[in-house]
Nanobody
Framework: QVQLVESGGGLVQVGGSLRLSCVVS????????VGWFRQAPGKDREFVAG???????RYRDSVKGRFTISRDNAKNTVYLQMNNLKGEDPDVYYCAATVKGYNWEFAREWDSWGQGTRVTVSS
């Protein structure tokens, strides 16, 4: 069973930056696509970005140009660099893993999840 642990959340001002990390263990890291989702209270979990085993990346439209996902296979870690954070970005951010290469925007397609890390943006 793949295990994922997020870190890097916190409080940041509008326009600021944060880098989230997701460490993946108990699996063959290079087999998995790893993605980031976020969820606001009372709302569905939404796809933010994903990176495949061969470094194909995908982003939701509202974060393109501001967020960058990357992976370091030597460290079993995926990063989400978030720049120019906006008021609509704060949420709990979750990382997830899947062996699938499609339908990433659907949370049900992801097999394993971390516990989440909270991002708060102040104005």
């Amino acid at each position: 069973q793949v295990q994922l642990v997020e870190s890097g959340g916190g409080l940041v001002q509008v326009g600021g930056s944060l880098r989230l990390s997701c460490v993946v263990s108990e699996g063959t890291f290079s087999r998995y696509a790893v993605g980031w989702f976020r969820q606001a209270p009372g709302k569905d979990r939404e796809f933010v970005a994903g990176v495949s085993w061969n470094i194909f990346t995908r982003y939701r439209d509202s974060v393109k140009g501001r967020f960058t996902i990357s992976r370091d296979n030597a460290k079993n870690t995926v990063y989400l660099q978030m720049n120019n954070l906006k008021g609509e970005d704060p949420d709990v951010y979750y990382c997830a893993a899947t062996v699938k290469g499609y339908n990433w925007e659907f949370a049900r397609e992801w097999d394993s999840w971390g516990q989440g890390t909270r991002v708060t943006v102040s104005s």
